[in-house]
T-cell receptor, first 116, second 113 residues
Framework: NAGVTQTPKFQVLKTGQSMTLQCAQD?????MSWYRQDPGMGLRLIHY???????DQGEVPNGYNVSRSTTEDFPLRLLSAAPSQTSVYFC???????????????FGSGTRLTVV | GNSVTQMEGPVTLSEEAFLTINCTYT??????LFWYVQYPGEGLQLLLK?????DKGSNKGFEATYRKETTSFHLEKGSVQVSDSAVYFC????????????FGKGTTLSVSS
């Protein structure tokens, strides 16, 4: 099925460990982004990309790294995990950053990360 | 700047009750407005949308009308079901501002039989 695929679905890390959350889409979307969802905070934008080789910071980028070597993939790297990074992470894609007016974003099913 | 404000939840209703979830926004230019729904353990799904003033978005019995004069996009459903229990997010995008989708904080709806 076409869409946004995130792996893994669940992950437990120890403080200081690093890991990569994977995101792939097969809709030829130029725009991809990462959000984190925390209780009472809604969704906050971490990083985004408007095309291969182009990335930029969102609202809460500290502690995360991204790269975009292909149109399809947009991995999120946690450099040194901290308990404050315990959250649910969503990848989203679209034809454009503004959601190609009226189209909106397609979301993955999320990665639930716990840092102990 | 652009922002979205939703009524705080949780909203608890009995089956077949009328639902309203309020959403107001602040934006430059003429934003597009969206409602997303998140069922337990899942990602967000687009529920409905409106791209210009007075447009009405509708899907699965839910409706919302883009009201420019009151900068609102309230979500309504005439008769909720237990299966509607979820978190609902209001969002906007503004091509003029060149911003990514901006979300409200979400409203949790719980429907009991």
């Amino acid at each position: 099925n076409a869409g946004v695929t995130q792996t893994p679905k669940f992950q437990v890390l120890k403080t200081g460990q690093s890991m990569t959350l994977q995101c792939a889409q097969d809709m030829n979307h130029e725009y991809m982004s990462w959000y984190r969802q925390d209780p009472g905070m809604g969704l906050r934008l971490i990083h985004y990309s408007v095309g291969a080789g182009i990335t930029d910071q969102g609202e809460v980028p500290n502690g995360y790294n991204v790269s975009r070597s292909t149109t399809e993939d947009f991995p999120l790297r946690l450099l040194s995990a901290a308990p404050s990074q315990t959250s649910v992470y969503f990848c989203a894609s679209s034809y454009s950053k503004e959601g190609a007016v009226g189209y909106g974003y397609t979301f993955g099913s999320g990665t639930r990360l716990t840092v102990v | 700047g652009n922002s979205v404000t939703q009524m705080e939840g949780p909203v608890t209703l009995s089956e077949e009750a009328f639902l309203t979830i309020n959403c107001t926004y602040t934006a430059t230019g003429y934003p597009s407005l969206f409602w997303y729904v998140q069922y337990p353990g899942e990602g967000l799904q687009l529920l409905l949308k409106a791209t210009k003033a007075d447009d009405k978005g509708s899907n699965k019995g839910f409706e919302a009308t883009y009201r420019k004069e009151t900068t609102s996009f309230h979500l309504e459903k005439g008769s909720v079901q237990v299966s509607d229990s979820a978190v609902y997010f209001c969002a906007l995008s503004s091509r003029q501002a060149g911003t990514a989708l901006i979300f409200g904080k979400g409203t949790t709806l719980s429907v009991s039989s």
